[in-house]
């Protein structure tokens, strides 16, 4: 594909408005990956530097909460670790197995995460009795959101939310921040396949990943700072596009 300084500035905004989304309710792939594509770029090259410069956003993001004290770095090792450990272990399993089916199970989970949003009376700012340890998340639930990260993906941001909001009974702000360290670890272990294995356009992805460090510096900052005001009406919508975006593209 040819590269213009139109195709390089479109999408530097792009990377920054994803960045943005995707620090705060996920889903930044929904704008990047079909901006790659409408470019010209072949749908493997998408894939693999959409991992480039997503990495690049959820790192920045993570840094910010955790030089804010929103992630404690000691309870956080585990499930960093196991989350890895299930990354990878989807990531091989992808590469074996034809998993283009499960595209039609994404808008039921994404559906599932957008009610629970918008109608669980729990989502708040403030921190509640969990319902499970968390050393028991880490070797439970932790690798299985990484797994699905490694093998599928889309919404795991939203997801991982959402299992610390239910399961470990934190407030949405620090479920949104402990969600962007467990999905930047996911990230790195997809992106080490694609270094290996993957067509990484890298002029496209640098720029890109310029965006990103922008839009998700911005988007930590006002997830601390706005709280469930804005993280659960963005979440909501999100989860509801996504959906309908793969429910049209499939069905119709």
Known sequence: MEIS?????????????????????????????????LVGMPPATAIA???????????????????????DRKTITIPVITTFIGAVIGGWLVLQINAEY??????????????YFLLSPKIDNIDRKAKMK???????????????????????GSLMAVAFIALCGFGAPKATANAKIL?????????LYFLFYGQIAWLIG???????????????????????????????TICFV?????????FF
Request: aromatic content about 10%; overall charge positive; cysteine-free.
């Open 206 to 236: 640098i720029i890109m990943m310029i965006g990103q460090i922008i839009g998700a510096y911005i988007g930590a900052k006002m997830v601390l700072e706005k709280g469930v005001k804005l993280i659960r009406p963005l979440v909501i």
């Open 5 to 37: 300084l139109e195709i390089i500035l479109f999408l530097l905004i792009v990377a920054v408005i994803a960045g943005w989304v995707d620090t705060i309710a996920g889903g930044g792939g929904l704008l990047t990956i079909p901006s790659m594509l």
């Open 134 to 156: 968390l050393s028991i998340f880490s070797i439970t639930i932790a690798p299985l959101l990484g797994f699905y990260d490694g093998f599928f993906g889309p919404g795991t």
């Open 183 to 191: 999905n930047f670890t996911s990230n790195m272990a997809a992106l």
């Open 242 to 250: 996504m959906a309908l975006q793969i429910i049209w593209k499939n």
């Open 49 to 71: 530097t959409n991992k480039l410069q997503g990495s690049s956003g959820t790192f920045v993001a993570t840094m910010y909460f955790i030089k804010k004290g929103a992630i």
């Open 102 to 115: 499960l595209v039609l199970l994404l808008p039921i989970l994404l559906i599932v995460i957008g009610f």
